[in-house]
């Protein structure tokens, strides 16, 4: 095995809705920053990764999220590969399994009931939201603003048509979009303090409720530490009571607003990640 060879994988355009780029670009900075550090990396789309043929990589940093190509990289990881995230970290960021986990280890979380979409129900409050249960956004339909049980009900039926079996149901949350990004696990691995950095998404009207944006942060770290992600952004509501509502969390986002910085981070995180004891 070349010591120095990884593979770096995309994410599927599919599932980087109006930010192809944005997406591409945070991962290709990555690799030239892991390239400076005298790695030799490899940028693959999913379907380039075929498993554990051909040269093995020392180890492989990934935003690719199907469950086919997560499966290949899980069989890679399990012959001692290491992985960042985990396959199974980002196979935890489906809905319907991220709700089930955060559960699990009591991370505060919107209120999300989990829902056929055969048997469409409009019964209970209004407005909600209504997300299709695996996946996160790829296409129109599938996060939907409801404001009537009317809306609720067709919007479960839009899903169900499309043979997407389960929904969730969270209820509106008044306030301000608050967008993050984190690197590092827990109480930040191996000496690097976590990186987390926060900010208003733009196209809102601004209530400008206060928050402590420490206390979103550890809400995060919980959150991710909870799926076992290390490389992290996603969503969150700022009520009028100051106490941010976890909405969502995705694995390695776009780091927009953020990427050389990012890059960087990300790049000594993986290098000391990976390289411990042996560089
Ligand atoms: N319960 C809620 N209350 C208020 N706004 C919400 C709620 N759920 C979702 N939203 C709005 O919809 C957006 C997308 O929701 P969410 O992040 O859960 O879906 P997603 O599939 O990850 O989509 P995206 O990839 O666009 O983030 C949020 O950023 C927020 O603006
Ligand atoms: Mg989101």
Not at 36 to 45: I, N, Y
Not at 94 to 102: E, K, L, P, V
Not at 132 to 148: K, L, M, S, W, Y
Not at 183 to 194: L, S
């Amino acid at each position: 095995m070349n010591d120095s060879y990884c593979w770096g994988i995309f994410r599927e355009v599919t599932h980087s809705p109006g930010r192809e780029s944005d997406d591409a670009e945070i991962l290709r900075l990555t690799g030239k920053q892991l390239e400076a550090k005298g790695f030799d990396v490899v940028l693959k789309s999913p379907d380039e990764v075929n498993g554990v043929d051909g040269v093995r990589p020392r180890f492989v940093f990934l935003m690719c999220e199907r469950v086919p190509v997560l499966e290949r990289l899980r069989a890679l990881e399990a012959s001692g590969v290491p992985h960042v995230n985990s396959p199974l970290a980002v196979l935890n960021t489906y809905r319907d399994r991220m709700i089930a986990a955060f559960d699990e280890a009591n991370v505060p979380f919107i209120p999300s009931r989990l829902v056929p979409t055969a048997t469409p129900d409009g019964a209970g409050p209004s407005p909600v939201w209504v997300k299709r249960a695996d996946v996160h956004n790829t296409q129109e339909g599938d996060v939907v603003f409801a404001p009537t049980p009317d809306a609720v009900v067709a919007a479960l039926q839009a899903l169900a048509e499309r043979s997407i079996p389960r929904a969730v149901i969270q209820p509106h949350v008044e306030g301000d979009l608050v967008k993050f990004y984190g690197i590092g696990a827990g109480g930040g691995h191996h000496g690097e303090p976590p990186w987390f950095r926060c900010f208003y998404h733009k196209e809102q009207q601004l209530a400008g409720h206060p928050f402590d944006p420490r206390r979103l942060a550890r809400l995060v770290r919980g959150a991710a530490a909870a799926l076992g992600l290390e490389i992290y952004g996603g969503d969150a509501i700022v009520p009028r009571s100051g106490v941010p509502v976890l909405l969502d969390l995705n694995a390695w986002p776009s780091f927009a607003l953020f990427r050389d910085e990012a890059s960087v981070r990300i790049a000594s995180y993986l290098t000391l990640r990976f390289t411990r004891g042996r560089r």
